[in-house]
């Protein structure tokens, strides 16, 4: 009886760990992928955001900084996990400062990014409900303010890392000075909070609110559309009857200085339409890159909410079942997995301009 329970927990540990490993292959060939697609995504992004009139738009001023932190979070974050897989030396292992310095970057430019998007969220969301005020509310100038002030506060936040993390000389790799500390033990809850769901929550609030903005705006435009037809319809006829009323009613004389009066306002109304018409492909064309932008934003703000959530939940799941030895095999194998998988995510998350 032992020895099957104990032939049965083997091939249970060997069938879990081979589904590990081929997780872990998939991981090896997909982080390289993602760090160089992302990275080539950014900075056509940057590049594109500061350019021509979209560098004066703070939507682009926000996605312009978004594909920096981005680029960042990639380059610290999944470049060291790869060489990890890899079994080769990582930068953020070659010295203590490096450690330190590393881990406050990562956690620094990954809480940035989130809240980036956040900010450039609720500003779409003003421009959408209240578009008369948008131009007064939405400037650069108070978006580089706000972004000062984001990077202000997650800063602070993370400045700890500074001192409680350390490069430890026995296991070759970056831990807390003091894993009892009860900082660190909380720390876990306090990342997933301002990491993922304070930000999941304000932006599918934010979202919803911006969708029902834009299905209440266009049925709006298409009653005004409507009621503009029915008055220039009303004041089409009213102008035919007028003018045929006129024309018997005077003299020939008069009748020349009509038709010279008539010549006149034709030319003006032309006028007055060209330029209306010039007026109305301007607003047409700022109306498209509007909505444009705010396609792009909400697909980033979706994609965010999809990604970002994985990667919290396993940390939440780890730290429920801190003792490892406790943990069964299955348990430590889908444990495994599902990190793998919420690594990947999060990585997707930061190429989120594919």
Known sequence: MNSTIISTNTSDFMFNNRFVQIASRSEEFILPCLLLIGTTCNTLTFVVMRRGRMRHSSSCFYMAALAIADTFVLWIGCLNRWLELLDKQRPILACNMCCKLGTFAFFFFADC????????????????????????????????????????IFFLINAHFLWTFHLSSTVLHCIPLNDQSLFIRYFTWIDSFKYSFCPFTLLITLNILIIKSLLNARSTNKYLQQQTTNDNHINHHKNS????????????????KFIKKSKHNILHSSHLYQEEKHTSTKALAYRRVNRRLTTMLLAVSFAFCICSMPI???????????????????????????????????????????
């Open 113 to 152: 990014s989130v809240w980036i998007t956040v900010a450039m969220t609720f500003e779409r969301y003003i421009a959408v409900s209240q578009p008369l005020r948008a131009s007064q509310i939405c400037t650069v100038k108070r978006a580089r303010y706000i972004l000062l002030i984001v990077f202000t």
């Open 241 to 256: 009857y007028s003018t045929s009323f006129s024309s018997t009613s005077t003299t020939n004389n008069s009748i020349n």
């Open 312 to 354: 919290s939940i396993m940390q939440l799941i780890d730290a429920i079942y801190s003792d490892i030895e406790q943990r069964s095999s299955t348990l430590t194998a889908g444990i495994a997995i599902g990190k793998i998988i919420a690594e990947i995510s999060q990585y997707i998350n930061h190429c989120r301009f594919i």
